[in-house]
């Protein structure tokens, strides 16, 4: 078992920065990635990026060049850097971690509001 729990999320104007936070505990040496995720109001949850265990990071297309991610393994914490944010970037952002044979878990999200 693993729990994800997401902060860090805010209202802020079109062009400014948030850093988002997912902490994880319990069998987080089982944890094969950990990737970010968010849900506009009527869209579907989106893929936004991911690291693995090894390091290796992926990237939405939407958000390329914009968002970073990066992890702390001594806080068992990965940390989403979003700058240059646009209205579109608006959405409660969801972490979720691979865990041992491909279960996942989910965090109960954090709102990011975006104003234009």
Known sequence: QVQ??????????????LRL???????????????WYRQAPGKQREFVASIG???ATSYADSVKGRYTISRDNAKNTVYLQMNSLKPVDTAV????ANVGLGYLYWGQGTQVTVSS
């Open 93 to 96: 952002y969801y972490c979720r």
């Open 53 to 55: 265990r090894d390091g």
């Open 4 to 17: 994800l729990v997401e902060s860090g999320g805010d209202l802020v104007q079109a062009g400014g920065s």
């Open 21 to 35: 936070s997912c902490a994880a505990s319990g069998s987080t040496v089982s944890i094969n990635a950990i990737g």
